[in-house]
Nanobody, 124 residues
Framework: QVQLVESGGGLVQAGGSLRLSCAVS????????MGWFRQAPGKEREFVAA????????YYTDSVKGRFTISRDNAKNTVYLQMNSLKHEDTAVYYC?????????????????WGLGTQVTVSS
């Protein structure tokens, strides 16, 4: 079984920055493509960013390109999401997801494991 634990959320003013972390345990981290997703109140969970198992390929939803950066440290079993120039519309619960068998999850249905999420609130 794989466990994912997100951290780093909080309250920040518009234009500020946060860095989310997702610590993974239970299996070989480097086997998993990793993704960040978010869910705002009353909305469906949506894709934010993803990174391949070896870190070679990254993907972003259009609304965060140029502002967010996903990265991973396989030695620390951790994936990160650096969020800069935050906007009020980035407010959501952010979830970390993992896909096994070398896949990179860019859709909610492609994640085999999920964390419990961390709240990000951006005040306008």
């Amino acid at each position: 079984q794989v466990q994912l634990v997100e951290s780093g959320g909080g309250l920040v003013q518009a234009g500020g920055s946060l860095r989310l972390s997702c610590a993974v345990s239970g299996r070989t981290f480097s086997n998993y493509g990793m993704g960040w997703f978010r869910q705002a109140p009353g909305k469906e969970r949506e894709f934010v960013a993803a990174i391949s198992w070896n870190g070679r390929y990254v993907y972003y939803t259009d609304s965060v390109k140029g502002r967010f950066t996903i990265s991973r440290d396989n030695a620390k079993n951790t994936v990160y999401l650096q969020m800069n120039s935050l906007k009020h519309e980035d407010t959501a619960v952010y979830y970390c997801g993992a896909a096994n068998n070398g896949r990179t999850p860019i859709r909610v249905g492609e994640c085999d494991y999920w964390g419990l999420g961390t709240q990000v609130t951006v005040s306008s």
